[in-house]
């Protein structure tokens, strides 16, 4: 991102030297010692450049490994410039301030550049930077020797301007002639070259150093010659703990410049040592403990101590009661389980001897009825493992029961019989509770149901020994619903049809003139009027009864009911003529008391239901009007008045 132009001014005289006496490192312009092994090269402030260069040359032909610790402020989007490492052989009271980091326009030179502003005219990416550059060039047109690359390696940004310090690493191998370097550890940018030919014209030494600046943009520069404590231990890599009575073994794995003169130890329960790699040590008690670990570096420097907290776990006190119980219910479980130090985390369950479960608290009401024995192993997050627990119970049988039902029909009292099929338990006491809350203790009862469906039955049983059992399903309450049909006017002589319904099977009372009176619908031949009974009875066995009135005539004839009842009831519901001996219906209207006809219908079937604009009208009085035509053609023309009931 491009963040502001920045005026550069390159100095070419020493800059003022700061740096005490005894240092060996030469400090120029704006560069500070922050203390006894790190240096700021710029405060945040604008047009600031400062160097920090090694007294002495070095020896290309030799190898170097150096470690820096680098901090690149906590400016971001505004922060800049950057600081570069430098190999040069001309002078130490080089530097200047601006994008060129001090780097720019030194010849000859390698540079590894750390920059944090995006100079477009440099052809710079838009994220902080690291390259190797050669004779002070720090566009990226070409000419670079590796890069540029990103300078942080975290996937979610590559900015380095966080106010973190970052580890660089720089090493020269002069057998391969490979300069690589390093960014917390993570390999970054390198460079296959013969620095001593192709760059400082076979002169093997050179001065190393640092350099940093700021233009228009500003940010706190710093870097530290390596003096990093740093130690691993064989405790849980996860969380630092060891259980009690673990040695522990402390790796030291500290990072210098220089070569460590010393090293401390404090183990936090009052021991010491000044071993690089100490002894065993093994912590009396269990607990938190605080390790400091500080190495002191050949030039006399001393690190900060690295602090880091070692956890000593005790081994967890458990306990276990188990208290007798019945199949398929919880037992009641007494567990303590006691540990100091680290909570517990891992539960191994054993039942009987096998293993059982690894959660806190199994179900354990899958276990069958019979003596058992149960123990515990309790381990903390550290991996200390408790003692077995163990204790013995016993599963009691629970009853085993059902139940059976008949005579289930409605208006019938039906008969609820009690089953059990165990022979190990005795059972002292039942409960039945039927669906409409019906409750006996006996364990044969009986209920009359005034209305069929399903209705949903409990029965519990408690034995001798305490335990229970429910069983509960639903019983079918069945009902017959008995209908001979409607009363119905037939011709003398003529044949005519019963219609029942609502059972299985069918019988009909009288049976005189049927066809067959055992069937749903036979057909009749009467003289004289009749009423026919109809029971019916569904496979369950429910019974039921109607009844239907046959009235016979002797000659054509219409007649027409004085009232009907339209509610939907089955009966009465529908309103039109009866015709006896009739061929034909010209007509049959009807007319409400203001003569506004509100039904009519040719068919001979077919009646008014009692609807006028979807709603059925108050009560009152009705007109109607037919014409029909009989079977030796008289004619009909009739009118009359019956009464709408609701």
Known sequence: MIRGFKITVIFVVSLVSTQPAFSQYILNGNATIESCNCYVLTQPLEFQGGSVWQKTKIDLRLPFDFSFNVYLGSIDQQGADGI????????????????????????????????????????????????????GVIGHHGADLSGPVPIPILATSDNIEDGQWHVLRIKWDPSTFILKTWVD?????????????DIFNQDPFVYWGFSGATGGKVNLQKFCTALNPGFETNANSKNDAVCLGTPLLFKDESVSF??????????????????????????????????????????????PPLKKTISIGDFPVVSLSVF?????????????????????D?????????????????????????????????????????????????????????????????????????????????????????????????PDTQFLFTIGGSYYVKLSAEASNGCTSLIERPVLINEANAYAGRDTVV????????????????????????????????????NDDIRYHLTVQTIEGCKDTASVKVIVFKGSAIYVPTAFTPNNDGLNDVISPYLIGIKSLSFFDIYDRWGRKIFSTNQMNKGWDGFVDGRVPDTGSYVWVLKAVDQIGKVYNLKGVFTLLK
């Open 84 to 135: 570069a490492f430098i190999l040069q052989p001309l002078s130490t009271s080089l530097g200047s301030t601006g994008n060129g980091m001090g780097f720019s326009g030194v010849s000859p030179s390698v540079g590894v550049l750390l920059d944090t502003w995006q100079n477009t005219e440099d052809n710079d990416p838009a994220f902080d930077h690291i390259s190797i550059q050669a004779n």
């Open 185 to 197: 550890g993570a390999e970054r940018v390198s460079a296959t070259k013969d620095l001593v030919k």
């Open 258 to 303: 220089t070569s460590i003169q010393s090293y401390y130890w404090d183990f936090g329960d009052g021991s010491v040592s000044s071993d690089a790699n100490p002894p065993p040590h093994i912590y009396a008690q269990p607990g938190k403990y605080e390790v400091n670990h500080t190495i002191t570096a050949a030039d006399g420097c001393v690190s």
């Open 324 to 344: 007798d119980t019945c199949e398929t219910k919880m037992p009641r479980i007494e567990l303590d389980v006691v540990s100091k130090v680290a909570t517990v």
């Open 346 to 442: 891992q539960w191994k369950w054993e039942l009987d001897g096998l293993p059982f479960s690894t959660v806190q608290l199994p179900d354990f009401t899958t276990i069958a009825a019979g003596n058992h024995s149960l123990s515990l192993i309790a381990t903390s997050y550290i991996g200390c493992a408790s003692n077995a627990a163990s204790d013995n119970f016993l599963i009691k049988n629970k009853p085993v029961i059902d139940f059976s039902v008949s005579g289930n029909c409605v208006n019938e009292k039906a008969s609820f019989f009690a089953l059990q099929s165990d022979n190990i338990t005795t059972i002292n006491k039942w409960q039945w509770n039927i669906g409409n809350q019906y409750y006996s203790n006996q």
């Open 491 to 526: 011709l003398q002589g003529s044949l005519f049809q019963l219609n029942g319904s609502g059972g299985s099977s069918y019988s009909w009372l009288p049976s005189t003139g049927l066809s067959n009176p055992f069937i749903a619908n036979p057909t009749g031949n009467v």
